[in-house]
């Protein structure tokens, strides 16, 4: 025993030194890819965003990339912005796009802070299998970078970016802001791979290119339905917020609409919407039933001056107005879904957690089953703030 144990320590001493000698008669420039030296800022771009397009049959990547001025002497501090550039490059994969790209710039690109992917309807249609696949699996792209659909060329929404000195993050954080009706989280690599599953369904954030008082501006709305790795709808204002209070996402939203006031009616402005959504799955004579209880609290922020209705009753109206407006919300999502045998609100989820077993077995029809089911839906809400004293005459 003793003698086995001193041959096996003798071979992995003789395998050592021979790693040793072999490093030791290599050049440096073998070496160093073993070890490479670090990169200062001032040899590299960093890409803020990327879009892609399919033309022809063939993959249009547009970069946005953005460099950073040589430090200042004697300060070790970099000095700012040093420029941005973009352009579109196109070929047959997006892997030999971004290897022959790196290989034409005269500084090294840093993809791993990408602010967002933006994608064509027509690539998602054509392609999205193949997108995501590389986005995911190549190290040096972020899992947590976010992606948005847009109907049409995605480069040029990217140039026209650009001219407004805008980037996606700042379309994002203006959406907030805003407190945009259709908006929702972000759906970054890491979810969207999600989509790539087998039976699987879900949505992505479209961002749109408007005509404001100044130009071009850009916000997110609605969503864009993926089923099997195909784009099959697009969900409209109504829908999506529909969507937005089903999966919890609904937070300071805004909302006007108006109220009967005898033979006239009153504008009313609710902010700080909030949604609170439970959803539980039951069985009934053998069929797949689901209810749907949402709790809505809101402000009241702005209102027309009114003759006839005391405060509390103008707050009863809201308050029956906001929950039969979100209901309809609902029901318009819901509708849609079954319409089209798409479960993106994710109520197989909320099943599974009740049924795993039986779950399990009927999932790869569950999209069919879906459109069949009875789906009941409540809404109730509660004005938590007037900010009236008082409107009566």
């Known amino acids: 025993m003793g003698n086995q144990i001193k041959k096996i320590l003798n071979y992995h001493c003789k395998c050592i030194l021979?790693?040793?000698l072999v490093l030791s008669v290599l050049p440096m420039g073998a070496c160093s890819k073993f070890f490479p030296t670090p990169i200062s800022i001032e040899k590299m771009e960093f890409c803020q965003a990327m879009s892609v397009d399919v033309v022809d049959g063939q993959f249009?990547?547009?970069?946005?990339?953005?460099?950073?001025?040589?430090?200042?002497?004697?300060?070790?501090?970099?000095?700012?912005?040093?420029g941005q550039d973009i352009f579109s490059e196109s070929g047959n994969s997006l892997s030999t796009i971004v290897r022959d790209l790196q290989a034409r710039r005269p500084k090294v690109i840093f993809f791993g802070d990408i602010e967002a992917l933006l994608v064509s309807k027509n690539a998602?249609?054509?392609?999205?299998e193949n997108i995501m696949d590389f986005f995911v699996r190549s190290r040096d792209f972020s899992e947590y970078s976010s992606i948005y659909a847009v109907e049409d060329d995605a480069f040029q929404m990217l140039k026209n970016m650009n001219k407004v000195g805008q980037s996606p993050v700042?379309?994002?954080?203006?959406?907030?802001?805003?407190?945009?009706?259709?908006?929702?989280?972000?759906v970054n690599f890491l979810n969207a791979i999600e989509l790539l599953q087998p039976h699987s369904c879900g949505v992505l954030p479209i961002m749109v290119e408007i005509n404001g008082e100044n130009g071009s501006e850009f916000e997110l709305?609605?969503?864009?339905v993926i089923l099997n790795k195909s784009w099959v709808g697009v969900l409209d204002e109504s829908q999506s917020r529909g969507l937005n209070v089903l999966k919890n996402n609904l937070k300071a939203a805004v909302l006007s609409f108006e109220i009967d006031d005898l033979d006239s009616k009153i504008s009313i402005g609710l902010d700080s919407i909030s949604a609170k959504t439970f959803i539980?799955?039951?069985?009934n004579n053998g069929k797949i039933e689901f209810d749907i209880s949402v709790k809505l609290n809101a402000s009241i922020t702005e209102v027309s001056k009114s003759n006839?209705?005391?405060?509390?009753?103008?707050?009863?109206?809201?308050?029956s107005s906001l929950s039969q407006i979100v209901k309809q919300d609902i029901e318009n999502c819901l509708n849609f879904a079954q319409q089209i045998s798409a479960d993106f609100v994710g109520l197989f989820q909320k099943y599974r957690l009740w049924h795993k077993t039986e779950s399990d077995k009927i999932k790869p029809q569950w999209n069919d089953k879906f459109k069949d089911i009875t789906i009941n839906v409540k809404v109730n809400s509660v004005i938590t703030r007037s900010h009236l004293v008082s409107i009566d005459s």
């Open 308 to 319: 006839a209705l005391k405060a509390q009753e103008l707050i009863d109206k809201c308050q």
């Open 124 to 128: 998602i249609k054509d392609k999205f």
């Open 221 to 224: 709305k609605g969503f864009g």
């Open 170 to 186: 700042d379309i994002v954080i203006k959406s907030r802001l805003a407190k945009t009706k259709a908006f929702t989280d972000e």
């Open 280 to 283: 539980k799955p039951k069985k």
């Open 60 to 82: 249009k990547l547009g970069v946005m990339l953005k460099s950073v001025k040589p430090s200042s002497k004697g300060t070790g501090e970099d000095s700012g912005d040093g």
């Open 18 to 20: 021979l790693c040793l």
